[in-house]
């Protein structure tokens, strides 16, 4: 397979928006010689994720030093195995962690890129490239955040605040395939989709304030878990979950979100979620935040779950490589249900 000396990629150049500080590169260096355990990755299609342009705006220089190419999950081909266990023409899915793209600038916004062999597994049968790029960050969250987090366990109840966002729609997926029952919230636009994921029941939550409407009618059993798996900065859902989620349950953030850096914002929430003791109206339920991580076996098991046809990737909408300020774009709108991909091979076919 002859690999080329220069590429094209997006690499981030400065500090801001993606429409701000993303350049479109012709003459990139193709990573030829990737690291002992890594392989080079002919890149198929790239799915974005809120974390890839949250660093963009926010991580300084001396986090992360500009240009660097962003983004974590792809699919692609296998062009050179460098010795793992993976052979030339191998057609996988998988990512590149942060803290990696963050050592070595090398995301997956490019034709050609670097990754650890330990972060990729075949692509299943019944599962394009543009399908399967979008898998692995987003269910590696809700894996986690359900089972080794919330601690949630089959036959037990959960539920899902926001179940039309990529990581939410895993979660009702992965709850579902361990035998729960899912509760799950969207704006009513949503119910069929959040539906379709196998969701028990549904919550439109613009129809009023959400945890009013669950404490008005508590369920029983209360729940399990509760994954926030939007994002919210204002803790409501569970300063108010007493209600709602059972003694010893947990409610599982992905992390609140102020709009901007907003010091006391943030102060509010820690206050709220770890500081304020009960009697001074502190809430008696355990709040914790899952950062997602590279596990070897949970990326395994999702895969299986994926040939099994138990858990569906999810496409929200496919643009070309020149387009990706677009996708970007539509990921800024917190609309999308489903993945924001990025073809950035315009020969490979998307379903
Ligand atoms: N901690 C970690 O390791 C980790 C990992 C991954 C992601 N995250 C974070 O998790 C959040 C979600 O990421 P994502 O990629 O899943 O997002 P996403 O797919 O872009 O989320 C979009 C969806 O969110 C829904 N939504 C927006 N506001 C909502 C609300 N108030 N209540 C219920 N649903 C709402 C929208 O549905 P409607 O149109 O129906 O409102 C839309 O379908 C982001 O903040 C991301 O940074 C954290």
Request: proline share 7%.
């Amino acid at each position: 397979m002859s690999i080329p000396e220069i590429q094209q990629a997006w690499r981030v150049v400065g500090r801001g928006d993606p429409s701000k500080v993303l350049r479109f590169d012709r003459d990139v260096p193709v990573p030829k010689k990737p690291v002992k355990g890594e392989v080079l990755i002919k890149v198929h299609a790239v799915a974005l994720n809120p974390v890839g342009y949250k660093i963009m705006r926010v991580a300084p220089s001396f986090v992360i030093k500009r240009p660097y190419i962003s983004e974590s999950d792809l699919a692609g081909t296998v062009v050179d195995a460098n010795g793992t266990s993976f052979k030339e023409g191998d057609r996988v899915y998988g990512w590149i962690p942060v803290p990696t793209i963050i050592k070595t600038r090398m995301g997956a916004l490019a034709q050609y890129t670097r990754v650890p062999a330990n972060n990729l597994v075949p692509i299943p049968e019944n599962t394009s490239p543009v399908q399967a790029a979008g898998i692995t960050l987003a269910s590696m969250t809700a894996y986690q955040a359900l089972f080794d987090v919330g601690g949630l366990q089959p036959e037990q109840s959960v539920f899902i605040n926001g179940g039309s966002s990529a990581v939410g729609a895993f979660a009702i997926q992965l709850a579902k395939a361990a035998g729960c029952t899912v509760t799950a919230s969207a704006s009513g636009k949503n119910e069929e989709y959040v539906r379709s994921l196998g969701a028990d029941k549904f919550v439109d939550y613009t129809k009023a304030p959400l945890h009013e409407t669950l404490a008005n009618q508590p369920p029983t059993p209360k729940y399990h878990v509760f994954l926030e798996a939007v994002g919210l900065i204002d803790t409501s859902l569970y300063t108010n979950s007493e209600a709602y989620l059972a003694p010893g349950g947990t409610f599982v953030s992905l992390g609140p979100q102020p709009k901007g850096f907003d010091i006391a914002a943030i102060v509010k929430v820690a206050w709220k979620v770890f500081l304020q003791p009960r009697f001074l109206g502190g809430t008696n339920r355990s709040w914790k935040l899952v950062q997602v991580r590279h596990k070897r076996e949970d990326l395994e098991q999702i895969a299986r779950y994926v040939a099994e046809g138990k858990v569906k990737p999810i496409v929200d909408s496919v643009y070309s490589f020149e387009d990706t300020l677009k996708a970007y774009d539509r990921l800024l709108t917190s609309r999308a249900t489903g993945k924001v991909v990025i073809k950035v091979d315009p020969d490979v076919s998307t379903e």
